[in-house]
C-alpha cells in the first residue's frame, strides 16, 4: 500500500504486546473527526506531502488504528454510527444529510445522565442546529454546542444553542477554541467530559488560510488549499495537545482522532487512500478506511499500532465502558464492540464481523453558510427564521422495507468483514447479486478476487452479511423501538 510502520513503534498483529495495569477511571473523552481525510493523507503514513506534525506525533505516542473503518462511505451516516454504536441503515439515515432519529440511545445521552459534561462542536450534519429543530445537538444529549448543519470553512456563522453566531478564524480553530473553552468550564465544575469535535475540513470547497498553505508553496493552488486545510486541523489538534497538558489533564484524556469516509472520488477528488482502492462513496477500502489514533497517556505510556479491524461504530461502546456505564437498552442491537482490550493491549482478534452498507438513497443537501447566513439575518431583523432544512428524501426507507418483507434482493453494495477475508455483494441488473472475496490480509488494495476458487467461503459469508442486512431492515422498520418500550 505505500505506508510503513513508524520506526520503534511496536506493531499488534494478533498478539497481545503490551498490557495495562487497570485503565484510569472516568477518563476525559474528545472525539475529533475530519471531514473526507483519506488514509493516505498524514504524515505518518509515509506521504510526503501532508504538514500534519501534531497527528504525526499522537500516532508516534498513542496507539495508530491502522484499520480503522468509516461505518460508511459518506458523512451523516458515519456521524450517526458515533452516536449510536450502531450501522445507520438500522435508523435510516441512508446518505448525506439524513439525521438521527430521535429514539437512537446516543453516546451523548448516556454520559450526560452518568455526570459528565457533553459539548458538541463544529460539523453536525444530522439534523436541525435550531432551538426546537428536529435532532439538534441538544435534543441528542449534548448540554453545550456551536455547531453547522454541515461542512463550514472560515469565519463561520455557526449555532450556539440556536443562537445564530459569526466568528472569526480559521475554521478548525474556531471550532477547537469553542471546545477548550467548555473544557475549562468542565474543570470548574469538577466533571469529566465528552467533547465531540467535528471539522469541516478538508471537504471541498477548500479555503485554506494563507498561514496553513505555507508549507505547500510548491504544488498548484488546488492542492495547496485541500492541504492547507488538513495543516489547519493538525494545528487545532496541536491547540488541543497543548491545552491538556498546560492543565495537567492529558494523562486522563483519551483523545480519539479519525476521518468520516475516505477522500473525495470524482475529477475534483485531491486526497489520497493511500493506494487501496475506491475513495468516497465506496465500500471498498479506500472510501472506508481512515487515519485513526488514540492519544492517552496514562493507559498507553508507549506507543502502539494495529491492523485488527475496528470502526466508527465501536467508539460508543468503548466509551462506555471507560466511563463505566452500561448501555441502557440491553436488547437494542449494536454493531460495534469495545475496543478495551485492544486499549490494553490484550484483544488478540475481532470477536464480531462487521457489515456494510451502502443503500442507494438520494442524499440530502444542506449547504450550511446559506441556512446559517438566513438564519442571523432574519434573528437580527427580529423576523421568523426561514426554513431551515428540506424535507428528507420520501421513499428510500419505505421501499427498503418493503423489498425485505416482500422476500426480495435486497438493493445497494454492501460487504461483510470476517477476520481477514472481506465479501462484497453487488446488485446488478434484473435482480443478479455478483461477489467478490478478498483477503485483506494479503490483499489491502483488494486487487484479487478469490470468489470463484473460495465458493465455499464466499457462501459462507454471504449467509452471515444476509442475516446482518435482515437484522438491519428490521431496526428500520421500528422493531428495536417495541423492545425498547417492552411492547
Known amino acids: 500500500m505505500g505506508f510503513r510502520p513508524m520506526a520503534g513503534v511496536a506493531v499488534v498483529l494478533g498478539v497481545s504486546v503490551a498490557s495495562a495495569a487497570g485503565l484510569p477511571e472516568r477518563p476525559n473523552i474528545i472525539l475529533c473527526m475530519a471531514d ?50 450502531r450501522h445507520p441503515n438500522r435508523f435510516g439515515c441512508f446518505q448525506w ?47 453545550t454546542w456551536l455547531s453547522a448543519p454541515n461542512f463550514y470553512d ?47 475540513s478538508p471537504h471541498n470547497p477548500h479555503e485554506a488560510t494563507e498561514e496553513t498553505m505555507e508549507p505547500y508553496e510548491d504544488l498548484p493552488p488546488g492542492l495547496r488549499h485541500y492541504y492547507g486545510e488538513i495543516t489547519g486541523i493538525d494545528r487545532a489538534m496541536g491547540t488541543l495537545r497543548t491545552a491538556l497538558r498546560d492543565r495537567g489533564i492529558a494523562g486522563n484524556t483519551l483523545v480519539w482522532y479519525t476521518s468520516d469516509n475516505g477522500p473525495q472520488g470524482g475529477r475534483n477528488g485531491l486526497g489520497s487512500a493511500g493506494g487501496l482502492r475506491g475513495r468516497k462513496g465506496t465500500v471498498y477500502q479506500g472510501g472506508l478506511q481512515v487515519p485513526t489514533i488514540i492519544e492517552w497517556p496514562e493507559a498507553i505510556p508507549e506507543p502502539r499500532s494495529s491492523d485488527l479491524i475496528c470502526g466508527s461504530v465501536d467508539i460508543l461502546p468503548t466509551v462506555l465502558e471507560l466511563a463505566g456505564v452500561a448501555y441502557p437498552q440491553p436488547g437494542r442491537p449494536l454493531d460495534g464492540i469495545s475496543l478495551v482490550p485492544l486499549i490494553e493491549g490484550t484483544m488478540a482478534a475481532r470477536p464480531k464481523p462487521m457489515g456494510f452498507w451502502d443503500y442507494p438513497a438520494p442524499g440530502r443537501s444542506t449547504p450550511s453558510a446559506a441556512i446559517m447566513a438566513a438564519h442571523f439575518e432574519a434573528q437580527e431583523a427580529g423576523q421568523p427564521l426561514p426554513p431551515e432544512l428540506p424535507p ?63 465458493p465455499g467461503r464466499v457462501a459462507e459469508l454471504a449467509g452471515a452479511l444476509a442475516a446482518w442486512q435482515a437484522s438491519v431492515v428490521r431496526s428500520l422498520r421500528g422493531d428495536d423501538n417495541r423492545t425498547r418500550d417492552g411492547r
Open 392 to 454: 428528507e428524501p420520501t421513499g428510500p426507507e419505505e421501499r427498503l422495507i418493503a423489498a425485505f418483507e416482500a422476500g426480495e434482493e435486497l438493493p445497494g453494495h454492501s460487504a461483510w468483514i470476517d477476520g481477514r477475508h472481506k465479501l462484497h455483494r453487488i446488485p446488478g441488473e434484473a435482480g443478479r447479486i455478483a461477489f467478490e472475496l478478498y483477503d485483506l490480509d494479503a490483499d489491502p488494495a483488494e486487487s484479487t478476487d478469490l470468489s470463484t476458487v473460495e
Open 97 to 143: 444529510g439524513y439525521e438521527l432519529r430521535p429514539e437512537e440511545v446516543t453516546i451523548a445521552e448516556v454520559l450526560r445522565d452518568a455526570g459528565y459534561a457533553t459539548g458538541h462542536f463544529g460539523k453536525w450534519h444530522l439534523g436541525s442546529v435550531r432551538q426546537g429543530g428536529s435532532n439538534n445537538p441538544g435534543d441528542s444529549g449534548f448540554e
Open 154 to 200: 472560515n469565519n463561520p456563522i455557526l449555532s450556539r444553542e440556536g443562537t445564530a453566531v459569526p466568528l472569526e478564524g480559521e475554521s478548525s480553530m474556531v471550532a477547537m477554541n469553542a471546545a477548550i473553552d467548555f473544557i475549562d468550564r468542565s474543570l470548574e465544575q469538577d466533571r469529566p467530559f465528552l467533547a465531540v469535535v467535528w471539522f469541516g
Open 36 to 85: 473526507d481525510q483519506g488514509y493516505g493523507d498524514v504524515g505518518y503514513s509515509g506521504n510526503p506531502v501532508p504538514h500534519t506534525p501534531t497527528l504525526d506525533a499522537m500516532a508516534a505516542s498513542g496507539l495508530r488504528l491502522d484499520r480503522f473503518l468509516a461505518a460508511a462511505p459518506v458523512c451523516s451516516p458515519t456521524r450517526g454510527s458515533v452516536m449510536t454504536g
